[in-house]
């Protein structure tokens, strides 16, 4: 089960590397400074805050919003002992609801099936015929992050996680804007393109400094499909005790359309 279960488990942080994440090249304008501030200043402070407001507005106003969504994903997954596996992926969405998803490798085989609800996580390990129930706190275990299902899909679909309004400084440049929040769990660099404010990466590390926890992620190829921007290609680097590393490609995907869920669990499969 191992050898689908890891690319599954990276297939839900959709936490992706951003190589050419682009230094900071301004100044940080520091919003929290504890100076008795002069006028000046406190226009400053008044003007910086406005603007994160705007940004940050802007960037829930930009969250793609579905009923369903489906799509077929090229999962390519590489560990830090050289191990790599290629892989394709199927996923189905409700929103609020249900995840659904099937992995195949070699000649089209499915290997595993995946259905993630509210309250439960359940997968089926067709290579070793055993099916595993459990709460949805096994997403916890399995990636090591504070999942649910709202956050799975929005990793999923392309949208942000783990912003916190608590946005401590920003930057800008010609090309990008940069935000940083501290969160409950993370510490987020994330980045838009100024202009547009697409997403184009968000730089998660863990406020707990002694778990030395790094997730990169980057949007990239953005496509326009039924209204909706959708960022098609993405690639994932998460460190701790150890590393990988995901590259994610949706090659057919398709929204609100009517979907099924299938999840039949065979009598002889042995349970977990």
């Known amino acids: 089960m191992r050898t689908l279960l890891l690319p599954f488990a990276g297939l839900l942080l959709l936490l992706a590397s ?40 802007a960037l829930r106003a930009g969250k793609i919003k579905f009923n369903t ?38 000649l089209g085989i499915e290997g595993l099936r995946a259905l993630i609800t509210r309250d439960s996580v359940k997968i089926l390990d067709k290579q070793n015929k055993t099916y595993t129930a459990r709460s949805v706190a096994y997403l916890q275990e399995i990636t090591a992050l504070p999942l649910d299902l709202s956050t799975l899909q929005d990793l999923l679909i392309g949208n942000p996680v783990f912003v916190d309004s608590n946005v401590v400084s920003y930057s800008i440049s010609d090309e990008t804007i940069s935000l940083v929040s501290i969160g409950q769990f993370f510490k987020n660099l994330i980045t838009l393109q100024r202009g547009s404010g697409l997403l184009l990466s968000s730089k998660l590390d863990d406020v707990q400094e002694e778990r030395n926890r790094t997730c990169h992620l980057t949007y990239d190829r953005y496509e326009e499909k039924e209204g909706v921007l959708f960022p ?38 042995e349970w977990n």
């Open 69 to 106: 969504f489906s799509a077929r994903v090229d999962l390519d997954y590489r560990e830090s002992d050289g191990r790599k596996y290629d892989l394709n992926a199927h996923i189905r969405m409700q929103r609020d609801s249900v995840i659904w998803v099937s992995i195949t490798a070699v």
């Open 232 to 269: 098609s290609l993405r690639t994932i680097s998460v460190s701790e005790s150890r590393k990988l590393d995901i590259r994610l490609n949706f090659k057919q995907y398709g929204f609100n359309e009517k979907l099924s869920f299938p999840f039949p669990v065979p009598k002889n499969y």
């Open 18 to 57: 951003c190589c050419s994440t682009r230094k900071i090249q301004t100044a940080v304008t520091r919003i929290d400074s504890v100076a008795a501030p002069d006028k000046t200043s406190e226009r400053s402070r008044a003007d910086s805050m406005a603007f994160i407001a705007t940004q940050l507005s």
